[in-house]
């Protein structure tokens, strides 16, 4: 088994569901007493944070490096980024390691193409819906079209991550919010939505919706555990 690095703590609730998925999916592959193998830097979201809304990405990077860094350092075989937004300095970070970094939207757009799925709609922070880091990977790795909500939608879908989600704070009303942009992207020809933000999956879930909803998340984490697992 590999080990599996974990650069979180962005936000710690999101990186704790990493943990507890990828443990829990390593028991069923491999059944008894097995857990998986895996190293944890958490950095403080507060810092980052306010460095992505002042636009100082390269001090995002910085910070991220030297955890990834301790990370490879401690033994893991390869990163996972656990976090949407933070791809953005995904190529920096890798050029900081020797060690690969499995990247959220190649694994997220594996499965929208085994699903035949040639237009999907994007929820995340407004730094992933507009920005084309995200959204380019998808459409240029994997030729699916990816549409995001309008302005209003998006500054909504924003509030809610930072304001109330990455608190682990979930609120009914803000469910109806995100269900109701959800069911307009659809109207525009959406097969399906990525949950493009690692915290979405606490306020919506598969239940909640006849669109067929992709959890960046549990993606990420499932194809972690087929990575630290797969037969060389």
């Given amino acids: 088994m590999k080990t599996i690095g974990l650069l979180g703590g962005m936000s710690w609730e999101s990186t704790a569901l990493y943990y507890k998925q990828i443990n829990e999916e390593v028991k069923k592959q491999l ?28 001090e995002t990077a910085d910070i991220l490096s030297e955890a990834a860094q301790n990370i490879q350092n401690a033994g893991a075989d390869f990163l996972l980024i656990c976090t949407n937004t933070m791809h953005k300095v995904a190529p920096i970070i890798q050029e900081n390691i020797s060690i690969p970094i499995l990247h959220i ?20 922070t407004a730094f992933t819906m507009e ?22 939608e998006i500054k909504t879908i924003h509030k809610i991550i930072y304001e109330e989600l990455c608190l682990g704070k979930i609120k009914e009303d803000s469910k109806v919010q995100y269900l109701n942009i959800i069911d307009s992207l659809k109207n525009r020809g959406a097969q399906g939505v990525i949950l493009g933000c690692t915290e979405i999956g ?31």
Avoid at 109 to 116: I, S, T
Avoid at 208 to 229: F, G
Wanted: net charge negative; proline share 1%; hydrophobic share 35%.
């Fill in 131 to 152: 920005q084309d880091f995200y959204k380019n990977t998808i459409q240029t790795n994997f030729d699916i079209e990816v549409i995001v909500p309008n302005k209003e």
């Fill in 31 to 58: 059944g008894g007493l097995h857990s998986a193998k895996v190293v944890v830097y958490s950095v403080d979201f507060d810092e980052i944070e306010k460095l992505q809304h002042l636009g100082k990405w390269d």
């Fill in 105 to 124: 939207a190649n694994a997220t757009g594996k499965k929208l193409q085994e699903e035949g799925i040639k237009k999907v709609g994007l929820l995340g």
């Fill in 202 to 232: 606490m306020l919506v879930s598969q239940e909640d919706t006849d669109v067929k909803l992709y959890d960046t998340t549990s993606i990420h984490a499932l194809e972690a555990v087929n990575e630290a697992l797969k037969k060389s």
